[in-house]
């Protein structure tokens, strides 16, 4: 028997680098059961501080350390993703054929989908499901990636003392975030969104597949940003009022008003977004919107949404069904902690060998 067939199949340490904070967590499931090992998150830090590609890799893989050390992460194998602006996702439509077939002829054919040099990206392929009105064929996505992106994930990986095994896309890593914790109905159609700082991640999963995925400029910092440009304070000052902490320097209505004012902007632009989807899949109507990432926090958020978009919407936590042991966690701890958590979360799922 070959030594890779007696290696137990074990999860990647989930790594999520994000523009404000890189989060970390590493799961254990065995028999479809899911145990939390470890979640943490520190702040990303300052772009300011670096002055160059390099620097910058260099200050984010001690972050990236430091943070494995502080949760004493075992294991080295981890998995990353790449955010939906690094890549170029396409739907194309096959006569139905083996996955063997369908290797042979991407190899050959893949260069007529893509409109990069095939040299410079990386690609990979999914077979979705049965072709709309066209029963002989099967719809399958492509997905393709800059090498040169993703090798700036790879070097800073192996800069921090880890190997990267899967770099994986944020919006996919959702949706299996969602189906680890809801699991799926296979008649389900629903909207997720990851409100970082500097983007939203959205995914409609349409009966388990990800049918619409993409990013927008949307995040938390705008909210920063405008709570420090009105009170004349830096960004750290400016993030820690916007957390909650008094300052003489803003007044607490003012605090609020910035909160409405960039949430109401928020929904115009998602409406926009959700106005996008409907034209292209009119039949498929959204049941609920399931929002995570440290965004979702704003207080009254998902009520905001609820009443600008009509549909349901629910905070996302997937460390809401997890199994952990008491003495590591505290439950309101997690509750806090988990919708941000998500991304990092879905990439804790992938295993070391995949099928
Ligand atoms: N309690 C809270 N109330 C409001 N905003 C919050 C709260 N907690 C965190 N945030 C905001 O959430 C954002 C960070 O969330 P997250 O970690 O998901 O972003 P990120 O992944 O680093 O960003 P991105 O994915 O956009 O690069 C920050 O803008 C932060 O201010
Ligand atoms: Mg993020």
């Not at 904070?21 to 799961?27: A, E, F, G, P, W």
């Not at 600008?308 to 505290?330: H, R, S, T, W």
Request: proline fraction near 4%.
């Amino acid at each position: 028997m070959r030594r890779s067939m007696l290696r137990k199949k074990e999860n990647l340490i989930g790594l999520d680098i994000g523009s404000h904070s890189i989060k970390m967590v590493r799961l254990k499931e065995k028999n479809g059961i899911i145990q939390l090992l470890n979640a943490g998150v520190v702040p990303t830090g300052p772009e300011s501080l670096s002055t160059s590609k390099g620097n910058r890799q260099e200050r984010l893989a001690k972050t990236i350390q430091k943070l494995a050390a502080h949760l004493k992460v075992k294991g080295k194998l981890i998995a990353m993703s790449i955010s939906g602006y690094e890549v170029m996702i396409k739907k194309i439509e096959l006569p139905m054929m083996t996955e063997e077939e369908l290797e042979d002829r991407m190899h050959l054919e893949l260069g007529q989908y893509i409109p990069y040099n095939i040299d410079e990206v990386e690609v990979d392929y999914q077979i979705l499901d049965v072709a709309k009105d066209r029963p002989s064929f099967m719809e399958v996505l492509l997905v393709a990636a800059k090498k040169e992106s993703i090798n700036d994930y790879i070097d800073l990986a192996r800069m921090a003392g880890f190997e990267p095994t899967v770099i994986d896309v944020d919006f996919f890593a959702l949706g299996n975030a969602y189906e680890a914790s809801y699991g799926l109905t296979g008649s389900e159609n629903i909207l997720l969104m990851d409100i970082g700082a500097a983007k939203t991640a959205m995914n409609v999963l349409h009966h388990g597949v990800p049918i619409f995925t993409r990013d927008v400029p949307i995040g938390g910092r705008q909210i920063t940003e405008a709570i420090q440009e009105s009170a004349g304070i830096s960004e750290e000052a400016a993030e820690r009022i916007k957390l909650g902490e008094p300052s003489p320097k803003i007044r607490e209505t003012s605090v609020q008003e910035v909160f409405a004012d960039v949430v109401s902007n928020w929904v115009s632009e998602f409406k926009r977004a959700v106005d996008f989807y409907y034209r292209n899949y009119p039949d498929n109507q959204i049941e609920k919107i399931f929002l995570s990432g440290g965004s979702s926090r704003i207080s009254g958020l998902a009520g905001v949404f609820r009443e600008g978009l009509g549909i349901p919407v629910e905070i996302l936590n997937p460390l809401k069904a997890v199994n952990y042991e008491e003495k590591y966690f505290d439950p309101s701890y997690l509750d806090y902690l988990g919708p941000q958590m998500c991304i990092a979360f879905g990439l804790a799922l992938r295993k070391n060998v995949e099928k």
